[in-house]
């Protein structure tokens, strides 16, 4: 049987090259799977690529949203001319 590898959040924050801050955001959203043992958050690899394979295939490759639902480039259909 294959050992599972655990990563810290610090490990997992370098693999996705982002700051450990962030990683502990997504966790506290409940969108990054992962657990405590001691206190400390522990990611499963296996885990961790699932998740990655469920967000790219949710997100595909991601287009920018249409102008219009930008924050501050709210659509001028009604309110033009006012």
């Not at 657990?35 to 997100?59: D, I, N, P, Y």
């Not at 287009?63 to 259909?77: I, M, R, V």
Request: charged content about 25%.
């Amino acid at each position: 049987m294959a050992r599972i590898e655990y990563l810290s959040v610090d490990e997992v924050a370098e693999r996705f090259g982002v700051n450990p801050t962030t990683v502990y955001r997504l966790i506290r959203r409940g969108g990054l799977p992962a657990f405590k043992v001691g206190g400390q958050w522990r990611f499963s690899s296996e885990m961790l690529t699932a998740w990655v394979s469920c967000q790219v295939g949710r997100h595909g490759e991601r287009a920018s949203p249409p102008e219009s639902t930008l924050p501050g480039k709210a659509s001028d259909e009604n309110g033009a001319g006012r």
